[in-house]
């Protein structure tokens, strides 16, 4: 009796585990985590230029050939730190994050897991550089500067007829963001110099978007600026609602803003960026070192302007834009 029960018993355990083994991740195949910060029609582009970039050098969930781990923190920080350290958790070759929020939570929970950022400012904007100002040694991917803003805010005065002497552009931005208040303090200083006067309101979250907006609105602004920040990314059709209600038009950084309802933009492709991201990606899996690889900047930037948005203002955009409808 007790040998009849030794060989069940030895049955069951035997088709426990092959049941186990079917369902379990393939250890052959390199696991890669990619985290968004929040949802966002703009930032998921990103994400999809990533997989394209892999899946042309033949990582693919399709193919097998990678097990892709996502997941999407939906704006809340203690859950956007649980994911990282679940990545951490299941060994994950590397990790993919976007926008800046998830890669600064990246870089603060490991030291050891390549990071391969997108929509992410550089290493210094986000001030996680060392004190000998050096990027974390596992920072890769792509980040973008501040300067290419310059070009996006000095449009606005060519294009904006002022109500009275002075031009007024309207500006939100997020204080517990570094690269927020750094576009801020550098845009201020250009307004300066475009003898444009700059209205600026600071708001944190996006919960206050709508009631922020309609104050800065009833300063009379003449146009609005969308900075390029996780806050204004994740309540832009909030905006878009309150100006295009005051008939005031917003001009940004950001083509994929542009797409949304901003009437023009000189800026990073937020495809693109994610597919320069996923080629640097590639070539680490494919060696499977991070030797000879560092981050880098933007390569592709462009001049887009909505053809809706622009006949609604009567506003005529120069030759050299885009139209993206």
Do not use: H
């Not at 060392?130 to 996006?152: C, H, M, Q």
């Amino acid at each position: 009796m007790k040998n009849k029960i030794w060989v069940v018993y030895s049955f069951l355990c035997l088709l426990i585990s092959f049941f186990t083994a079917c369902n379990s991740p393939n250890s052959d195949v390199p696991s890669i985590g990619f985290v968004d910060a929040f949802e966002d029609s703009t930032i998921k582009q990103a994400k999809a230029g990533f997989l394209a970039a892999l899946k042309e050098k033949g990582f693919s969930e399709e193919e097998g050939t990678i097990q892709l781990i996502y997941r999407n923190a939906q704006g809340d920080i203690p859950t956007l730190t649980q994911i990282v350290k679940y990545f951490i958790s299941k060994n994950v070759k590397l990790i993919a994050s976007s926008p800046s929020l998830s890669t600064i939570s990246a870089i603060q929970n490991t030291q050891e897991i390549p990071i391969f950022m997108m929509v992410s400012p550089t290493p210094e904007l986000m001030k996680v550089e060392g004190e000998n100002g050096e990027a974390p040694g596992n920072l890769f991917g792509v980040a973008e500067k501040l300067a290419y803003i310059d070009t996006s805010f000095s449009i606005i005065p060519q294009l904006i007829s002022p109500k009275g002497e002075q031009l007024r552009v309207g500006l939100l931005y997020n204080q517990s963001e570094p690269q927020s208040v750094d576009a801020f303090n550098r845009l201020n200083s250009l307004a300066e110099q475009l003898d444009v006067q700059l209205i600026a309101k600071p708001v944190n979250a996006t919960a206050d978007v709508q009631l922020v907006t309609g104050a800065l609105l009833n300063e009379g602004i003449d146009a609005f600026f969308a900075n390029p920040d996780n806050t204004i990314f994740g309540s832009f059709e909030t905006i878009l609602k309150s100006c295009d209600q005051a008939n005031v038009p917003i001009f940004t950084s950001e083509a994929g803003l542009v797409d949304r309802g901003a009437v023009a933009a000189y800026g990073a492709d937020i495809y693109q960026w994610g597919y320069q991201a996923g080629q640097q990606a590639a070539l680490f899996l494919e060696k499977g070192s991070t030797d000879g690889l560092q981050w880098e900047m933007v390569k592709l930037r462009k001049r887009v302007f909505n053809n809706e948005a622009a006949q609604k203002f009567n506003i005529e955009i120069p030759a050299n834009y885009e139209a993206l409808n």
